[in-house]
């Protein structure tokens, strides 16, 4: 008997050897293998240039109340192989083209017991891979409530892995650099309040995950396309190593309601040796649909002032009075309530805003706190809270928006929802309507707060749909949207470029909440930025937030130059200059940088880049040919030495370069900086210091 | 010591006896006494011709989360008493002006430890009281969670009671007859299955609810203006025989997110000695707010027929198509599919019908079926399920829209939700210009199955938002509302006449799913019609469900003459005739009377009442003059005796008597009946038999 079963075992395997399917990416450096493993489960396999990245994993999806789970029973009964290679042109970006290039192995399961079918679909480009589930339409399965997504990750080693908690409601959290075994004793610490959050693992990451190995590699772990389902985060079996998906819950713990044909998100693995490579990667945009928006005329970059640093800061509030214990929208007469001083929103202050935007070349201005609702808009589960359409008595919306106007000024709209979801979408198209009628072409909206329906989760496919509902809406009304607190972005703005903004992560602000840390610019791009563009604020000059707020003793842990090299290394095609005019007036020669820095760009060359420690980038402004260069560093000074061969050959250029002077120091001296010109070619090289939590940046104008 | 605190002691009792407060209802004959209790327990006390109607019963509000709750340590701080009397009319009803005439005495508490203040506010009418509490703005109390409504309504004996099981989903139940005694052990049987349903105690039954006392008292529990908070049910403590409130939660269960200022809706009590002052009583409008609506021109009592009573015996199908497991809106081609050759809204019959209400002067026909989507639109929770714009491909919209306005018909819109809430909010706004754009006055609305978001009752205070901005939205829309499915009425159709009918209860569509008690609607009009009227839908003919459709057996527990009376005995000025044309034509001279029966009213007098047992009530026509009677009888045979008083003095009337046949019953022989004609004035009486199951109807001409 157990000869018969060594004899059955070694036959299943070398059947399993036989049935290994494997795929190479198109310069045949990353390898997938596909493997149904005894009782029909199905696993894969990844590897790069010879390293394991991923180890033998399972996949399959979990069933709620259902007679069997997508987990194992299936065998193959077709195998799709296919290439793919296309170049296509964004609305926006970093390049003024992106190259599609992928093979395809599309593997249709059957589950036996069922009749059902999934299929799985992987796409194998040279810096990585994105797999899929699908469901095709069929009679036996049509309706199902997904348990868990049994989607595994078996890393190869303990790795580094710059990673925040999993939180079904926030991603505003300072990112820890540790081993994965150490992520579980580290995982309290990691969790810093927020106005919204909810944890669920001691072991929970989120996605963007980046990791190194031991072994040189870069491993990032993220999904691609995430459209009515929920997002997925990263539970860690620290003593295998192996990551599964952990999928947000509704109110009722489950995991998304799906309605068959669908196909899941992209599951993601960017994989290389070179750091900068996972940078410049658009793996996750080209898994995304191609752009949806016929006409795009009306998208356009921005870069923009606002009234909001000096709330953030405590220099001025949101909110008109100080007189009513609550108020109530179409009850309260604000006609009647006192102001209370220091209502940042007022016209004379827009106004003042609006005159720095014209005087200085910038697209837009953004107000916060402009309508009314804001005197117990947080905190109170508050359904009705904003109209998002009646403005303060001192806000006179005409007067501003002819003001504006004339002066070339686009004004940008502000759309707090408190999360109270139900209520904004009530009023979203009259919201939409107004904005159009009053010339604001550009929304920034937030979800602050526990959402409404309560329950629910930032982070839940029902909530999702509603982030996805509101940026096509926007786009019906040709109106461009920068949503704050919403979903991760996962490469959406391709199909809907609209979406030219997100936060969704740890931003400027939280420098005025007590700081964030100096390396955390230094992780952003691999992580957060992967997904898309984030509305982070940058440019702030003045970093001890008491000189703006006496009581607010927060600093900013970063040196000026540094927030000068962020608009570069912080791609986005919106880009705030966050500071108060007053702080850019005291430092005009830095704010040039600023003045002269393009959103949009033809190319991008990413130079140097380690996460954690820094990231130097050089991109070619759109249209103009105009070179700018950024470089961000982490806690630690150090020199970047680089070379500046992606400029032009043969030409002249005048780089002016602003930088961390030698005694700069994000905490005790940030001010310190020195602006330097230099005449460089595209053999020059620079060796430039960097301070910690410093960094420089560098405008080139070509001499003709 | 011992004797001290006994001195203590009834130094409290007298000084309670002191707080005490008396309130008479305008005629005297009912007394209510509110009294604060030991430890500032607010109570009251209510009678009636002497006879204790609610013994003495505590009051207040178990708050979440919060330092204390609303129940007690409070002081009055003052006391308000005034009178009002008022007549209103009405924009359609049972009368052609109603008097709002009370006693009011408010009395104001303030919690010690708190600081806090809440209004108890009392209403005493002649038939009863309505009682709420009142949060006034103020510093101490803005946002509270109600964790549980404690008001209790303690009863003076073991009552006979007329109730459903309590439930947060549905109200589609049949009667049970009981002592309070007895409701815990009849309960399980009580609840019968429905598409969405959630009971909560072995104890807990809805309201309205109707009792009935040893010493003869007739009492009912309901509330008014149910506005902002959850539906209330009363859950029985059986050993005391108190009722206490129990409200419906939302998914975390919490039952009300109250900001102050805030009112909570009325707790009512009916009572007297005469059932009829029950069925006549407009105490519930009256503590409604007036009509909200300015132009009311467009607001009209709708007789009508539709497509819908085929669908529901299971003759016809709402959906088009059997060739899909699923379908997707927008995605799905149904000009590819195979029609499944049974689908009600096609054209031709849609103009049947269109020919059939013109043909017997009906003001309207409803279309069920008519939109894409019906294929999967039940049990899947499905979110995207109807879009309420789109045909499917053989309802040709602009050719019945053409033809029904030809024939001087009102095509009356559907909109079933399938409970997907949000995606109605989503859709409404273009619903409902589609609806104005293609000459639809009025709509049906349904909410069938678990509600959307998951996890929200039907009657939670969320869901109730919604119903109540569907009908506030539809009036801005100039657009009529019958809602089904969604929360019982409490009376806000004085507020929003455009709420023209509600379902909330077991309706006629339930004879076709096995038929209901044959007393059932002898109970309803002392229940569900206490808050507002029922879109009933009558006047069923063929009572063997098995002549439409051979696979359904049920049978229509009613006999024909029953179904005539209907017509009077549920008031409302929607009133469909259910059955199909064909059905009406195979009884042309009974069908005569629904022909002939007028939807809106100047006067009306109930002649008999006993709930369980027999309903008869003479209504005279608005504007014209003529009187209708109706009569319907419970399940054991009996002769109705009547006076015909109510008639005009002097004159003579031809009445039509559409009567049982002495052998009709309503299970063996329901179809039979006799049509005589007499002639009668005022003086005359009737002695009319009336089968179980049965009853008659009566038309008055005045001979002139």
């Given at each position: 008997m157990k000869k018969h079963f060594l004899i059955a075992l070694l036959s299943i395997l070398s059947l399993n050897l036989v049935n290994a399917q494997q795929l190479k990416s198109p310069n045949g450096?990353?390898?997938?293998?596909?493997?149904?493993?005894?009782?029909g489960i199905p696993t894969y396999q990844l590897s790069y240039r010879s390293k394991e990245v991923i180890r033998t994993s399972k996949l399959g999806l979990e069933l709620k109340n259902d007679k069997k789970s997508l987990l194992n029973d299936f065998v193959i009964t077709d195998t799709k192989n296919s290439s793919f290679d296309e170049n296509w042109t964004p609305v926006w970006g970093e390049v003024k083209t992106i190259r599609n290039h992928y093979n395809e192995m599309a593997i249709t399961l059957n589950q036996k017991e069922t009749n059902r079918q999934m299929i799985i679909r992987f796409r194998l480009y040279d810096e990585g891979l994105g797999f899929r589930y699908e469901f095709p339409s069929q009679k036996n399965l049509t309706y199902f409530v997904v348990k868990e997504e049994k989607t595994q990750f078996a890393m190869a080693g303990d790795h580094t892995a710059y990673w925040i908690a999993g939180d079904y409601d926030t991603q505003e959290y300072d990112y820890t650099?540790?081993?994965?075994?150490?992520?579980?004793?580290?995982?309290?610490?990691?969790?810093?309040?927020?106005?919204?959050?909810?944890?669920?693992?001691?072991?929970?990451?989120?996605?963007?995950?980046?990791?190194?190995?031991a072994n040189g590699l870069y491993i990032n772990l993220h999904e691609a396309a995430l459209i009515n389902y929920p997002c997925m985060h990263l539970n860690l079996d620290d003593k295998n190593m192996v990551f599964e998906s952990w999928l947000t819950p509704d109110v009722n713990g489950d995991k998304g309601y799906i309605q068959a044909p669908f196909n899941t998100p992209w599951r993601t693995i960017m994989v290389s040796d070179d750091a900068r490579e996972i940078l410049a990667s658009k793996m996750?945009?080209?898994?995304?649909?191609?752009?949806?928006?016929?006409?795009?005329?009306?998208?356009?970059?921005?870069?923009?002032?606002?009234?909001?640093?000096?709330?953030?800061?405590?220099?001025?509030?949101?909110?008109?009075?100080?007189?009513?214990?609550?108020?109530?929208?179409?009850?309260?007469?604000?006609?009647?309530?006192?102001?209370?001083?220091?209502?940042?929103?007022?016209?004379?202050?827009?106004?003042?805003?609006?005159?720095?935007?014209?005087?200085?070349?910038?697209?837009?201005?953004?107000?916060?706190?402009?309508n009314v609702g804001w005197e117990d808009w947080y905190g109170n589960s508050k359904d009705y809270v904003f109209d998002f359409v009646t403005p303060y008595p001192d806000f006179k919306l005409q007067e501003i928006r002819d003001y504006a106007k004339s002066k070339g000024?686009?004004?940008?709209?502000?759309?707090?929802?408190?999360?109270?979801?139900?209520?904004?979408?009530?009023h979203i198209d009259t919201a939409y309507k107004f904005m159009k009628a009053n010339g604001y072409d550009a929304v920034k909206s937030g979800y602050v707060g526990n959402i409404l329906p309560r329950g629910e989760n930032h982070y839940s496919q029902w909530i999702i749909n509603h982030y996805q509902y509101a940026v096509e809406k926007a786009a019906?009304?040709?109106?461009?949207?920068?949503?704050?607190?919403?979903?991760?972005?996962?490469?959406?703005?391709?199909?809907?470029?609209?979406?030219?903004?997100?936060?969704?992560?740890?931003?400027?602000e939280y420098q005025?909440?007590?700081?964030?840390?100096?390396?955390?610019?230094?992780?952003?791009?691999?992580?957060?930025?992967?997904?898309?563009?984030m509305d982070y604020t940058p440019g702030i000059f003045e970093m001890d937030i008491s000189k703006l707020n006496p009581s607010n003793t927060s600093h900013v842990n970063a040196t000026l130059a540094n927030q000068l090299a962020l608009y570069l290394t912080m791609y986005s095609p919106l880009q705030m200059a966050a500071d108060l005019p007053e702080n850019y007036n005291r430092f005009a020669d830095a704010f040039q940088f600023i003045k002269d820095v393009a959103v949009d760009w033809d190319d991008s060359k990413y130079i140097e880049a380690e996460p954690g420690e820094f990231i130097t980038v050089a991109r070619k402004a759109k249209g103009t040919g105009k070179w700018f260069l950024g470089s961000v560093n982490g806690d630690n000074s150090r020199t970047s030495n680089i070379s500046l061969d992606f400029l032009e050959a043969g030409k002249k250029y005048t780089a002016t370069i602003y930088a961390d002077a030698k005694e700069a120091h994000y905490?005790?001296?940030?001010?310190?900086?020195?602006?330097?010109?230099?005449?460089?070619?595209?053999k020059s090289k620079l060796a430039q210091f960097c301070a910690a939590g410093g960094g420089y940046a560098i405008s080139f104008l070509e001499n003709k």
């Open positions: 450096e990353t390898t997938l293998s596909f493997l149904l493993k005894a009782d650099t540790s081993k994965l075994s150490e992520i579980r004793v580290l995982n309290a610490k990691a969790i810093t309040a927020n106005l919204s959050q909810k944890s669920f693992s001691s072991t929970g990451v989120q996605t963007s995950l980046m990791m190194k190995t996750i945009y080209n898994l995304n649909e191609p752009n949806k928006i016929k006409d795009t005329s009306w998208i356009k970059p921005v870069k923009y002032v606002g009234v909001w640093w000096e709330m953030i800061t405590g220099k001025s509030s949101w909110a008109y009075t100080d007189d009513y214990p609550s108020v109530q929208l179409g009850i309260t007469d604000y006609s009647k309530a006192k102001p209370n001083g220091k209502h940042g929103a007022n016209t004379d202050n827009v106004k003042k805003y609006i005159d720095f935007a014209a005087a200085n070349g910038f697209d837009g201005v953004l107000v916060e706190g402009w000024v686009k004004m940008i709209m502000h759309h707090e929802t408190s999360s109270s979801v139900r209520n904004y979408e009530r019906e009304y040709k109106i461009m949207v920068n949503a704050h607190e919403a979903i991760r972005p996962t490469g959406i703005a391709r199909t809907y470029p609209n979406l030219i903004g997100n936060e969704s992560a740890r931003g400027t005025a909440f007590g700081g964030s840390k100096p390396n955390h610019v230094t992780i952003l791009p691999f992580t957060r930025l992967q997904g898309g563009p905490k005790t001296n940030p001010q310190a900086y020195t602006i330097r010109k230099v005449v460089v070619t595209s």
